[in-house]
Every structure is written in structure tokens, then in C-alpha cells.
């Protein structure tokens, strides 16, 4: 074979899944690379992921692969003298402390070495039982001084030194520990123990046992086996770990190849000395580690709110599918961090915001996400939790949990949520939200995870609107921008009318400029969901309405609240009747209560009305979110002018006589397109004012007079009907199947300009007769 030939490997026992064959891929490479003897290494090796296992590209056969690990491999120096349980002290198990200790095996000389150190070191500082405070951080300072650098890597992935402390990279526990599991006892155990199971290797002669040779080809390529041992894995492997349901029966007993251990640590190793850089204190949530962040409770896997407490951290493992050498692995890892908005992500939500990124520039394809999670009693276990892949452009959803950000308020509002006094409702709310906002960062995030997310977010902010205490600390969502709107519109009619709902009071788009310069609409819909300060312009951010800063002869913010816990009639029918105080039909752009950036389409409209397929608890969840969206110019996505003219025959006459009273003056003053011919439906000079008691009357079920009223109040503004006859003076005339309260609730949804074109041509078709019609004018009228 000559030296420059390539083989690959496809290592099937090595999967990214769970977390100690990541690991065990990592460790089968850095040993080829990094062996002490140069002629056993290859340096060149690489290795990269696909189709859930490890490949390998190296000098080395199938054969010699195996015999590399049977034959040279010789194990780091793994020992933790500062753990209980490590075997230095007395009472430790010593079945692999003690014959390494006194081996004569060469293979085992650099492990051998630093024990002998380790001793020592223990010595000197009189220390009989394991250290703890300051004096663990003392001795291993010293320690350090006196390891050889071949000793040191172990210590560097186990262990990290702040200024006056020592930190514990999470993916080795706390420091080679996990609870009573010692990592650096056990690596030696599954490597010498002559009792059951026994390890590896012989002690005194440093051969492999026969039984390791099919444990190899179990560990690397994935051949079954029947050799696996009763012995503990900690944290790496849940699967392996035994325990209830773990088995047929109550309880199981772990199973455990000694080589997916051994090979496991070997590969942890890459991590040494990979404290990352950052501007917040390393303390910081193990966000100092790379691709270590503080665990968030919602996202893909199974982990919630309530685990985060419990929760050591998350780490999100890397997987690429080119090939990288273990030199360049280790580089990656010494500047894993990823950073968002420039600075390190803290957590699982900023990081999978970061992944994107993060990955295109590094060759990264997807992470896998793990907690360690607190699931075996008091012990952690590397719990898998979902695959992040990256795309080398980030869904353009993820861009809008940026805007949550403004004045910190998601940061904010994720910990109000999360404190104890806040209660269970707040804590699922704050899971919701997570993953609503977890869901915007997948490649495929489209219209239903945007519109999820202003569910999530205006439950939320109906929640702060009850709760006093957690308004001191945070304030109202920030106003948005329209592109929630562009991404989230899926064309149904429950957005459609909860968007058009959310942007009354806003300038349309065809408003005069002095109007369009308002930065604040004269009265949001937000206003009816939770208490506001109305002097503060809603586009520079709303705020809560405060009786102790309020100012002189400002109006108070908490009468205009009136979404309730009712049905959403209910909730419209009160938002109507709010927003017809003191209106008087002569109001002009947006000094009009009902006037709105955004119509729904009247298809969208007659849908509420019919009631068949309209989801009402939709509609109303989506509403809440929208509330805190700035419309903009930004326009839905509604059907045209045929499309609106198909929903003729199912427009009830009643809502199309009623609709033009509850339409601000100034779109009907304009020039419209009814029937074949363009027209103002309103004179220029008249007003259409709503009659006195209208909306009681529908609410009452009197809708026949409702409907004659309108049209009287319509007739004298100049606007005829051909329905103005006598049986509607007298109140004989049909006025079909319609729900009166449905029907006040449907006149409070602006409609685009098609479908008040239809509305108009519906119920006030104008003829010649009708032109020449004696009418009054509204001011005399009125």
C-alpha cells in the first residue's frame, strides 16, 4: 500500500446521536491524528458526517484501523485528583486506579505518569480527601505547573480558570464528575479492570483482551455484539443508561461497550482548552464554552419551562459533510461561539437565531441540540433535543424576533414570566412564546409559524394587561413592523379580518400627508386590549397607562379596555360601541375612529357573517397579536374585483344598507366604481352619520327598523336606494336570515375599497330617477 493512498470508512457505530457516539467520532479522529508515535499517526486523517454516521478518509484499511486502536493506541492521561471517587482517595473504587498505577505496560506510561504526579501533588499539599472552595482552586492551579503538556489537555477540557474560580465546561459535568459517576474512574476501569466487566486491556502487558476485538467493530462500524457490560455511561448516553422503562420489565441495567466510553473521553479532549471569548462575564449561564449556551425550555425536543431550573446547559454539536481534520476541528471549536447582534448568544433561543449564520460561515450543515437535563434522580442525562439545519440564507422569519428585542423586551418578558410569583399560566406562556419563536428560526418557517407567533405574543401581552405587578418591569410589546403582516397573511378570512380589525385608527394609504406624518394612529385597537398611555406615540413604542404620571386632561387609558374574556361578537360589538363615542360621521381622515390602513375583503367579511366556517378563537388569537403591528401602507393580499363581485348573492341586504354609516365620510366622498359607472356615493358637502340608537337596535334584534333607519339617515344625505319603499317605512319588508349581534360586531371590520364598491352597488345602485331624487342635506338633517 503506498503512503499517499486514501481510504474511507463509513463508521455506522458512530452516530451524532446520542451524544457519546458524537463524541466517540470526535475521539477515533483526534487519536489517528494526534498519536504520540509518528509512525502509527496520519494527520491528514479527516472525518465528516452524512447519512447519521462518522466517515473517515485515512491512510489506514479496515484492518489497520482496528489494529491501530487494538494494538497502539495509548490512553490520555484522564485523572481527576481534585474528585471524589477518582480513586486518590481512600474509599474509591480502585479496580482500573490500581493496576494502571502500578502497570509496567508502555502503552500506559503517559497515564501512569501523571497518576504518579497527581500522588504527589496530593502530598504536598496534605490533602487526605477530595479538596473544595478555594483550596481545589489552589491545588489545581498548582497541579498545572507540574503536569507535562501531554497531561494538561484532560484538565483543560475538564476544567476552566476564571479570575478567582473554576468553571465546569457542561460536557463534562462538573468537572469529570457526574453526581457520584466519576468520568476519569471509570475510563480507567473500562481499560484494565480484571473484575466483571472486566476492561479492555491487561494491565501488566498492555495486550488487548479477546473480547475487545468485536467490541471495536461493534463501537466503529456498528456489528452486533453480545458482549456488552453492566457498567455506568453518566450522561452520554440515556438509551444505555438503564434505569425504569429502560427494558423489558421494571428496571434495567445500563449496557455499555467499553470502547464507546473509552473512545467517548478520548474525544471530549477536542474541547480542550476551547474557552471562547466573550465580553460578559464567563460566569455567564456556560455560555463561555463553545456551542454551550443556558438551556431554554421550549423548542423541538422534549424539555419545557419547568426544566430549566433543573437544566445544566444545552450544547448544540456541530455536523458538517465536508471533510475536516482534526487540526481544523479543533480551530472551529477554540472559536465556537455564535454571535447575534454582536454579542455571544446566551441561551438556546439566541443561539438557534445564530445557528444560520454561525454555520454558513464555518461549513456547518446542522446542529444537534442536547440538555443536559436533570432526568435520572439527581443525575443528567444528554437529552436530545431536535436538529437545527442551515441554509445558507436565513428564513426570513427569523429576522422579526429582532424586533422584539427593542427596549429588551423579549429578554425581559421571557424572565418576568419565568419568576416563581408569577404562577403556572405565566410559565406556559413563556413555553408557548419560546416555541413559537424556536419555530421562526427553521429553514422552512413560512405564514404558519409567523402567525403562531403573534398568537404566542398576544397571549402575552393579554396576560400583562391583568397583571399589575409584572407591568412595573415590563413594559408593552414594541410596535412592529408590517413585515409581520407580509409574512403571516396567509389569505384566510381570519387574518384578513384580524388584520383589518388591528389597523383602525391608523392612516390609510391614501390618507392626506399631514395624516400619514401622525406617528400614532388617534386611537390603536391595542388600547381596547390592555391599558395604555395614549399620549405616547404608538410608533415610538406604546407604553402602560400610569394615574401617577398621567398627564393633565389626558384621557384615562384603563376605560378604553374592553376586550374581555367573551366570545369575539361580544368583544367587537364593545370595541364598536367604544369607538362610536362622541363620533359624529363628519370626521375627516384619521380624526375618524373607523377610519384603517387595511380592509378586509368583503369575501372575508360575508365568511364572519355566515359563521359556518369562520373560526371565531382564531380570528380573536391572531387579533391580539396584530394589536402591537404597525400596518403601514403595507395591503393584505385580497381577492380582486371579481372575486369580490362572486359574493353578491350571499351579501344580506341588511349589512350592505348599514356598512356606508360605519365607513368614514372621506371614502365615500371619493370617486367610485359602482356598476358600470364612476361616482361619489356621497356629495361632497353631505355626511353620513350613524342614527342615534342604531347599534342598540341590532343588538336588541331589531334589525328591520335598524335597516330603515340607515336608509332614511342615507336618503337625506343624498344617497338613494331603490330598497326605500314603502314596506321599509312600515317595517313589513323581509330581511333574510341574519344574526343581529354577528351583524352590529361585522360593521366594526373596515372592508378594502372592491368590497365597499359591492356593498354600495348592492344597496344603493344609483338610477337616473334616483340622481334626480329631492334629498336633503346631512347638516339639515342631522
Keep these: 500500500m503506498g503512503k499517499s493512498e486514501r481510504h474511507e470508512h463509513v463508521l455506522n457505530g458512530c452516530a451524532p446521536v446520542p ?62 485528583p481534585w474528585n471524589g471517587g477518582s480513586g486518590f482517595f481512600a474509599g474509591d473504587n480502585r479496580d482500573g486506579f490500581a493496576p494502571l498505577r502500578d502497570s509496567p505496560a508502555e502503552r500506559f506510561a503517559g497515564l501512569r505518569a501523571a497518576m504518579e504526579i497527581c ?40 476544567l476552566a480558570l476564571s479570575r478567582d474560580d473554576l468553571l465546569f465546561p457542561p460536557l463534562l459535568g462538573t468537572g469529570g464528575n457526574d453526581g457520584r459517576l466519576d468520568f476519569t474512574n471509570n475510563f480507567m476501569r473500562r481499560l484494565v479492570s480484571s473484575k466483571t466487566p472486566r476492561g479492555l486491556f491487561d494491565a501488566q502487558t498492555g495486550a488487548h483482551r479477546p473480547e475487545a476485538v468485536p467490541m471495536l467493530r461493534a463501537a466503529l462500524f456498528g456489528d452486533a455484539t453480545d458482549g456488552l457490560t453492566d457498567a455506568a455511561i453518566g450522561q452520554f448516553a440515556p438509551g444505555a443508561a438503564g434505569g425504569p422503562n429502560s427494558t423489558a420489565g421494571f428496571e434495567g441495567a445500563p449496557n455499555l461497550n467499553p470502547w464507546d466510553f473509552v473512545l ?61 481534520t482534526a487540526a481544523e476541528i479543533r480551530q472551529f471549536l477554540a472559536e465556537g461561539r455564535a454571535v447575534l447582534n454582536g454579542r455571544t448568544a446566551r441561551d438556546g433561543l439566541e443561539f438557534a437565531r445564530a445557528a444560520a449564520a454561525l454555520g454558513t460561515s464555518r461549513g456547518i450543515d446542522a446542529f444537534q441540540r442536547y440538555g443536559f437535563v436533570m432526568r435520572a434522580g ?28 427593542e427596549g429588551h423586551w423579549l429578554e425581559r418578558v421571557r424572565y418576568r414570566l419565568r419568576k416563581g410569583e408569577e404562577g403556572a399560566r405565566a410559565r406556559i406562556l413563556a413555553q408557548r412564546l419560546d416555541d413559537a419563536l424556536f419555530a421562526l428560526t427553521e429553514p422552512g418557517a413560512g405564514k404558519p409559524e409567523v402567525q403562531a407567533a403573534l398568537i404566542a405574543l398576544g397571549a402575552v401581552a393579554r396576560y400583562l394587561a391583568v397583571a399589575p405587578k409584572a407591568r412595573e418591569t415590563v413594559p408593552p410589546p414594541p410596535a412592529l413592523s408590517p413585515r409581520w403582516l407580509s409574512l403571516a397573511d396567509d389569505g384566510s378570512p381570519e387574518f384578513h379580518v384580524a388584520a383589518a380589525l388591528a389597523s383602525l385608527g391608523h392612516p390609510p394609504p391614501k390618507a392626506a400627508e399631514d395624516d400619514r406624518k401622525r406617528e400614532d394612529p388617534i386611537l390603536p385597537v391595542a388600547a381596547h386590549v390592555a391599558p395604555l398611555d395614549l399620549t405616547q406615540p404608538f410608533k415610538k413604542g406604546p407604553a402602560w397607562y400610569d394615574e401617577k404620571r398621567r398627564k393633565a386632561g389626558a384621557r384615562d387609558g384603563r376605560l378604553e379596555v374592553v376586550w374581555g374574556d367573551g366570545d369575539l361578537t361580544r368583544n367587537l360589538i364593545a370595541m364598536l360601541n367604544r369607538r362610536l363615542i362622541g363620533r359624529t360621521g363628519r370626521e375627516e381622515g384619521v380624526d375618524d375612529t373607523l377610519c384603517a390602513s387595511t380592509g378586509a ?16 378563537a382564531r380570528c380573536a388569537a391572531l387579533l391580539a397579536g396584530l394589536v402591537w403591528v404597525r400596518p403601514g401602507r403595507w395591503r393584505l393580499h385580497s381577492p380582486g374585483r371579481d372575486s369580490a363581485g362572486r359574493g353578491w348573492a350571499a351579501m344580506p341586504l341588511p349589512y350592505a344598507v348599514l356598512k356606508p354609516l360605519f365607513t368614514p365620510a372621506d371614502r365615500l366622498h371619493q370617486e367610485r366604481t359602482i356598476g358600470e359607472r364612476r361616482r361619489s356615493p356621497l356629495p361632497r358637502d353631505h355626511a353620513l352619520p350613524i342614527p342615534s340608537g342604531l347599534v342598540a337596535r341590532l343588538l336588541r334584534g331589531e334589525v328591520a327598523p335598524a335597516v ?55 344597496a344603493y345602485p344609483q338610477s337616473n330617477a334616483d340622481a334626480n331624487a329631492d334629498t336633503e342635506t346631512a347638516d339639515h338633517a342631522a
Design 19 to 80: 451524544l457519546a457516539g458524537y463524541l466517540k467520532a470526535l475521539g477515533v479522529l483526534r487519536l489517528i491524528a494526534e498519536h504520540p508515535v509518528a509512525g502509527q499517526a496520519d494527520k491528514d486523517v479527516a472525518g465528516w458526517w452524512r447519512d447519521e454516521a462518522f466517515h473517515l478518509r485515512t491512510r489506514l484499511t479496515g484492518e489497520e484501523l482496528l489494529s491501530f486502536f487494538l494494538d497502539h493506541y495509548r490512553p490520555s492521561a484522564v485523572v481527576a
Design 708 to 762: 330603515r333607519d340607515a336608509l332614511l339617515r342615507a336618503h337625506a344625505s343624498g344617497i338613494a336606494s331603490p330598497f326605500l319603499d314603502s314596506r321599509v317605512r312600515e317595517g313589513t319588508f323581509a330581511i333574510g336570515a341574519v344574526d343581529p349581534r354577528r351583524l352590529a360586531a361585522a360593521l366594526l371590520i373596515p372592508i378594502d375599497d372592491n368590497g365597499l364598491d359591492r356593498v354600495i352597488e348592492r
Design 601 to 616: 375583503p368583503l369575501s372575508a367579511v360575508l365568511a364572519f357573517l355566515d359563521t359556518s366556517s369562520f373560526v371565531d
Design 264 to 324: 467517548m473521553i478520548e474525544g471530549a479532549l477536542l474541547f480542550a482548552g476551547a474557552l471562547t471569548r466573550r465580553n460578559e462575564s464567563a460566569r455567564q449561564s456556560g455560555a463561555s464554552f463553545p456551542f454551550t449556551v443556558k438551556a431554554t425550555g421550549a423548542g423541538w425536543g422534549g424539555i419545557g419551562v419547568e426544566d430549566e431550573d433543573d437544566a445544566r446547559a444545552e450544547f448544540w454539536a456541530p455536523l458538517w459533510s465536508r471533510p475536516a
Design 119 to 158: 500522588e504527589r501533588a496530593l502530598a504536598d499539599a496534605g490533602l487526605v480527601e477530595r479538596p473544595q472552595g478555594e483550596a481545589k482552586l489552589s491545588f489545581v492551579l498548582r497541579l498545572r505547573g507540574q503536569l507535562p503538556d501531554e497531561a494538561l489537555i484532560w484538565i483543560d477540557a475538564a
Design 378 to 405: 439527581k443525575a443528567y442525562l444528554a437529552t436530545p433535543l431536535g436538529r437545527r439545519r442551515v441554509t445558507a440564507v436565513a428564513p426570513p422569519a427569523v429576522a422579526l424576533i429582532a424586533e422584539l428585542e
